[in-house]
């Protein structure tokens, strides 16, 4: 097969969605054969966990590429342009190393029929290979136990957090989706735990006993924080010094306390060694190493715009102390959501921000209508629906005075949207 542009082949792989999700190490493995098995070719650290694996895994790939390690890291999901999931040193994945992945495996794919993350995983870590990276830091895309990163064998295993999401893949309860997440926990393997409850941290604890992986409580790593214009100073015991974390919201201090705790233990272990500057440059040059960004990100000021790509009720739930720190007269806010989320826990953290509500519906195939949303609503609080993201952002701009605030929240696809149709918000450095 050929295709004739990247935009063609790009349109083939997502056309893999429609198959649905696989959830089952079948396919990756063949794929993963196919290549070569280039997963073993390379140092690996693996992440799960609700919210918090984007920014830990940032942090640590910005640290270890300012370390002179070359460093992959393969996130999800991406916010324009699908290459931002496979970066190397912060570089995306080129345009033609996708088209002749796909073309060279095309058969394989047709027959067995992967997954849109399937195949996409397996293209990860053969351009890693390929690269000679030292090390790639690797994002659960679902779960833990079943995901498709779940082939590799890491130096060191992260679960960030734990709560409800992704209900009908790993279950209802706490209990259920930890025992999901944990399935990346290896034998011998060190595991490191961030912002997870005892109840939690019990299940996680046992596990890793009965795989013989020491468990690493990173809420034990000995730093002080305040807030500063940018994210927060945090005094570090270890190197008797500050550093500034370049990103706003208290959660990300445990994300940044998972970072050091894994980044120590690979320094422990003599499989890395760095210094308190390169500590220092990875996290002023975090955006620029990875990529990240758009967890609460003021975009403009008159009025005041912030696109946040909260996508679950913990997320909704972090944005109320984020804009408390923000000085406005009416907030507004342009809301939509995938439909496999937890909606009535999600409108409700929504409604707790006291504003204004446009509901609409990102252009994305698994994006709830609107007018589902209507039925959580407490009704004490004003809201309208439109049915894009370009005419829900538009009617909140017609009614915001420039002492007013924008919020435009609920998925990384509201994102997308919103900044497809207004390019000139786009702050990022993604490709």
Known sequence: MKFRSYSECINYLYSLERVGIKYDLNNIRKLSG?????????????????????????????????????????????????????????????????????????????KIKPSFFEATTAMAFKYFADCKVDFAVVECGLGGRLDSTNIITPKVSIITGISIDHSEY???????????????????????????????????????????????????????????????DVYVKEYGKSFNLPLRGKYQISNFRTALAVLKNLKDRKLIDYSGNELEKGLENISRNSGYGYRFQIVSEKPKIVLDVSHNAEGLSNLKENILNLKYRKLFIVFGMMADKELGRCINELEKLKGFIILTKPDYKRACNPEFFVKYMSGKRKYIIKTNVKDAFKYAKGLAGNNDLILVTGSFFMVSDFLKHFKKYDKSNNI
Do not use: M, W
């Open 34 to 110: 196919a290549c070569g098995n280039p997963h073993k070719k390379f140092k690996l650290i693996h992440i799960a966990g609700t919210n918090g694996k984007g920014a830990t895994a940032s942090i640590i790939s910005s640290v270890l590429t300012e370390s002179k390690y070359k460093t992959g890291l393969y996130t999800s999901p991406h916010i324009l342009d699908f290459r931002e999931r496979i970066r190397v040193n912060g570089k995306v994945i080129p345009k033609s190393y996708v088209v002749k992945f796909t073309e060279k495996h095309y058969r394989l794919i047709e």
């Open 170 to 232: 790993l279950g209802t309860t706490i209990k259920s989706i930890t025992n999901e997440k944990a399935g990346i926990i290896k034998r011998y393997v060190p595991c490191v735990t961030g912002n997870v409850s005892y109840y939690s941290k019990a299940i996680i604890k046992k596990i890793c006993e009965n795989k013989n992986s020491v468990l690493i409580d990173s809420s034990l790593i000995d730093i002080n924080f305040q807030s500063s214009v940018s994210g927060f």
